[in-house]
Structure formats: C-alpha cells, structure tokens
C-alpha cells in the first residue's frame, strides 16, 4: 500500500462475507487495522471485507481457510505491548499511541467478543468438514 493502515475501523463486508463467518461480528465492531501491506485474494479464494483504506481485509477459500488482514485477535494487553514495541513505526506514520490505547479501550470489550465469535464460528465450521 501507498500508506499504512494503523488505528481501529470499521470493514464493509462483501455479499460473500454477509454469509460467512464474519456476519458474527456487529456491523458496528471497529477492529484493530495494523500493516502497510495488502495481499491480493488468492486464486479460487472469495474477498469478504474491505476498508476505507484497503480493498483486501478478508478472504475465505471454501469454509477451511480464513486469511485477515486486520486484528481480531488483539487484546489490551496485546496492544500495549504493541504500542511500546512499534514506537519508531508509530510515531514516523504520525500516529499518537495515545489515541490508539483510547480507541482499544473504548473497542476491546467488542473486539473481543467479534474475536471469540468469528473464531468460534470458523472452528465450528472446520469441525464439521471432518
């Protein structure tokens, strides 16, 4: 990407991903966007989110392999360590730490349960393959 993606945001999901294991989440669920890479969805694969900023967020190839681009599985303490460790990368893409530990604050109870959920949901789903 031209830029990177750093900060919470809500995914518009595609037709695909409104009957995947993504519609678990709330429609209102910001979640976690970290990188300044974008993957192109694989041959055979179906694109099942975007974002403002990232036409590739989600993809599924039939119901065993789920590829994310953004952080589902990120909690507080997570994101903490991620704040202190990626401190360079934050400050020259001019993103405060600050407003990144507030957005986690005010989103990780969600985050959480759209975590549990969708991983849930796709565990459930590769259970029944066997």
């Known amino acids: 990407m031209e830029h990177k993606e750093i900060g919470f945001g809500l995914l518009q999901l595609s037709e695909s991903g409104y009957s995947s294991v993504l519609s678990a989440m709330a429609a209102d669920t910001e979640v976690l ?3 300044g890479d974008m993957f192109g969805i694989p041959v055979g694969a179906t694109s099942l989110a975007i974002s403002a900023s990232c036409p590739h967020q989600a993809f599924a190839v039939d119901r065993y392999a789920l590829g994310l681009q ?3 599985e990120a909690d507080l303490r997570t994101i903490e360590r991620w704040l202190v460790g990626h401190a360079v990368e934050l400050s020259a893409s001019g993103v405060a730490a600050a407003l990144l530990r507030a957005q986690a604050r005010e989103s990780g109870a969600k985050l959480h349960s759209a975590s549990a959920a969708v991983f849930g949901r796709w565990l459930d789903e590769l259970e029944c393959l066997q």
Request: net charge neutral; aromatic share 34%; proline share 0%.
């Open 70 to 72: 953004f952080h589902l």
């Open 33 to 35: 966007h970290w990188h």
